[in-house]
């Protein structure tokens, strides 16, 4: 696991299975919040997030050992809400199940350079987000 720190900015832990995906998310995040962690799978998710209790998760949805929605089912067993940024190429409905009562970032990964700062943003304060290629 990779972490970064900058004080004073929102926490954030990053799930993405590729390797080059990952750095590009770190990097661009890094601009904005502190990153505290990047890890490549969802056990690893889960296992860095209940250590280092971030304020926002951005994770990939498909990764091995367990992806990223079921690592969210987890985590909100074991955690208070922390809000969850999906990146990935999936339609929204199977990212974001009805009924879901905080709000959810979602974000194409096309979209990423231009929409994960905002969608982080977002879901910080309160707002869900579904990026450019999901409203089409």
Same mark, same amino acid.
């Given at each position: 696991?990779?972490?970064?720190?900058?004080?004073?900015?929102?926490?954030?832990?990053?799930?993405?299975?590729?390797?080059?995906?990952?750095?590009?998310?770190?990097?661009?995040?890094?601009?904005?919040?502190?990153? #505290?962690?990047?890890?490549?799978?969802?056990? $690893?998710? /889960? %296992?860095?997030?209940?250590?280092?209790? +971030?304020?926002?998760? *951005?994770?990939?949805?498909?990764?091995?050992?367990?992806?990223?929605?079921?690592?969210?089912?987890?985590?909100?067993?074991?955690?208070?809400?922390?809000?969850? #940024?999906?990146?990935?190429?999936?339609?929204? $409905?199977? /990212? %974001?199940?009805?009924?879901?009562?905080? +709000?959810?970032?979602? *974000?194409?990964?096309?979209?990423?350079?231009?929409?994960?700062?905002?969608?982080?943003?977002?879901?910080?304060?309160?707002?869900?987000?579904?990026?450019?290629?999901?409203?089409?």
């Amino acid at each position: 696991m990779n972490s970064i720190s900058v004080q004073g900015r929102p926490r954030v832990l990053v799930a993405e299975h590729d390797d080059t995906m990952r750095c590009s998310i770190v990097e661009l995040l890094c601009k904005d919040f502190q990153v #505290v962690g990047a890890v490549c799978d969802g056990e $690893e998710l /889960v %296992q860095s997030a209940i250590c280092l209790v +971030p304020d926002v998760i *951005v994770t990939d949805v498909f990764m091995p050992r367990m992806d990223g929605l079921a690592a969210r089912t987890k985590l909100l067993t074991k955690l208070q809400v922390i809000p969850f #940024v999906f990146i990935s190429t999936l339609v929204k $409905e199977v /990212v %974001q199940p009805p009924g879901n009562d905080f +709000p959810v970032g979602l *974000v194409h990964k096309r979209d990423i350079s231009a929409h994960l700062s905002n969608a982080v943003a977002a879901v910080l304060s309160g707002r869900s987000y579904v990026s450019g290629h999901y409203r089409e």
